[in-house]
């Protein structure tokens, strides 16, 4: 057990349950799959990508100083800092604490110039082999694939993952693939959505600016609920027939 327990007994401690008493165990918080959970999700956030972000600078400060080449140094990168990055990436869908990003670029220049300046932008070092560089992790974009990993799921029927049902019954009567097109602000998406629904929308737009790619009007655009489909300053939210399943490139 983690953190304070406080135990709570029935009024009668020798009444048994299927042959156990009836004891109850109250804990700050518990370790799940390699994550500290706890009540509030913004610590766990917190907790978990601060933790895992201190070991990683440990390790790296302590190796500093020896006497390794610059290709080593980022094998060190690749098989110290990167899988356990990517396990919190992976298992939290939820963006990390502010200047989290700025925090392990820092932490990986230091690394790779031994404390010294640096003599090749990070963001060169970052590009692939066949281009001359050396194929230097980018964190941030592993970040974002592991996001977008869930709204993948959000299109077709079949039921890939358990937690399917329950962020559909959390946008009803909106479809989940339907969300991404709607236009909704993050501050709203919030309000109605909850935090991770709209962690994956976020992530999904800043990959659109990234790449520069536009989808306002989209083929998935739905014809209710929209917010770039008022009439007269509301939302259309009528659906009969065939239009509950058309988008406005198959009405003619």
């Avoid at 959970?37 to 895992?52: E, M, P, V």
């Avoid at 972000?53 to 190796?63: C, E, F, T, V």
Wanted: contains cysteine; proline residues 5%.
């Amino acid at each position: 057990m983690y953190g304070l327990c406080v135990w709570l007994w029935y009024p009668d401690e020798t009444k048994l349950v299927f042959g156990i008493k009836k004891v109850f165990f109250l804990v700050s918080q518990f370790r799940y799959l390699g994550i500290n959970i706890f009540a509030s999700l913004q610590k766990t956030i917190t907790k978990n990508y601060n933790g895992t972000l201190n070991k990683i600078k440990a390790d790296l400060d302590r190796w500093q100083k020896l006497p390794i080449s610059l290709p080593g140094r980022i094998s060190i990168i690749k098989m110290n800092a990167l899988p356990r990055i990517n396990f919190c990436s992976q298992m939290l869908p939820l963006s990390p604490p502010p200047r989290y990003w700025n925090d392990i670029r820092a932490m990986i220049i230091r690394f790779l110039w031994k404390g010294r300046r640096a003599k090749i932008k990070l963001d060169n070092l970052q590009r692939k082999k066949e281009l001359g560089a050396l194929s230097v992790p980018n964190f941030k974009l592993y970040f974002h694939t592991f996001a977008l990993c869930p709204v993948v799921n959000w299109f077709g029927d079949k039921q890939l993952n358990a937690w399917i049902n329950i962020e559909r019954s959390l946008v009803a009567p909106v479809q989940l693939q339907d969300v991404l097109f709607t236009n909704l602000s993050i501050k709203k998406c919030k309000q109605k959505y909850g935090q991770i629904i709209t962690s994956a929308i976020e992530n999904l737009r800043k990959i659109e600016r990234m790449l520069k790619w536009k989808s306002k009007w989209h083929t998935n655009t739905p014809l209710f609920h929209n917010d770039l489909l008022k009439s007269g300053g509301k939302l259309s939210s009528h659906r009969s027939g065939k239009e509950q399943e058309q988008t406005p490139w198959e009405i003619s």
